[in-house]
């Protein structure tokens, strides 16, 4: 393992979450999953907003926050193997997991290479804009907006999820839910504890 992998995330960390979801007696309705669900989610955006920081500091350059955005990512993104009784769950709750933060990682690399996009209306318009897309089966168009808005929330600006009270659940609200996760990490970019 690399020192930045250490420094950002690493397979063993992503491995301690799926073995205690593998151990953990799930009920999707839950509270108490529920907040394993937002502990790991909240934990690999914290490594993404490591990596914007530390781009922004100029610790790293271009090429190498991507690269460090690319390896978190295939850790993150690889397809956990559960062989328990809860796996259907288990499987729900890291695939859901990795729906919300796919638009974050999106959104990092965009913000690296293009900036903050530049909106012609508040984030919330563009959101409802992404619901009407999804609505439309038109998922590129949909990620586009939410990746634009990711993009003005790493810049700093603040994002209302209050807006997802308005939408019917599904990918849309997802992400933006991740990019919830990148906003907290960015903010408050402390270690979310593996073990209760």
């Not at 073995?19 to 690999?44: F, K, P, W, Y």
């Not at 490591?50 to 397809?79: C, P, R």
């Not at 439309?136 to 929330?153: E, H, M, N």
Request: aromatic content about 6%; charged content about 35%; some cysteine.
């Amino acid at each position: 393992m690399t020192e930045a992998e250490e420094r950002y995330y690493s397979p063993e960390r992503w491995q301690n979450w799926l073995t205690r979801v593998e151990e953990e007696d799930l009920d999707l309705e839950s509270e108490e999953t529920g907040r394993l669900l937002m502990n790991i989610q909240n934990d690999a955006a914290i490594a993404i907003a490591k990596i914007l920081t530390a781009y922004d500091d100029d610790t790293l350059g271009e090429e190498e926050a991507l690269d460090e955005l690319s390896t978190v990512h295939d850790i993150v993104m690889a397809e956990p193997e559960f062989e328990s009784e809860n796996e259907e769950e288990a499987e729900i709750l890291i695939g859901s997991v990795q729906t919300s933060l796919s638009c974050a990682f999106f959104a990092a690399e965009e913000f690296i290479v293009a900036g903050p996009a530049e909106l012609e209306d508040d984030m919330d318009a563009y959101i409802r804009a992404a619901a009407d897309a999804e609505a439309a089966d038109d998922l590129d168009s949909a990620l586009g907006y939410i990746v634009q808005v990711g993009t003005r929330v790493i810049d700093g600006e603040e994002l209302d999820i209050e807006v997802l009270d308005e939408l019917e659940f599904g990918l849309v609200t997802e992400w933006v839910n991740g990019l919830d996760s990148l906003q907290s990490g960015l903010s408050e970019p402390e270690v979310v504890e593996e073990e209760d």
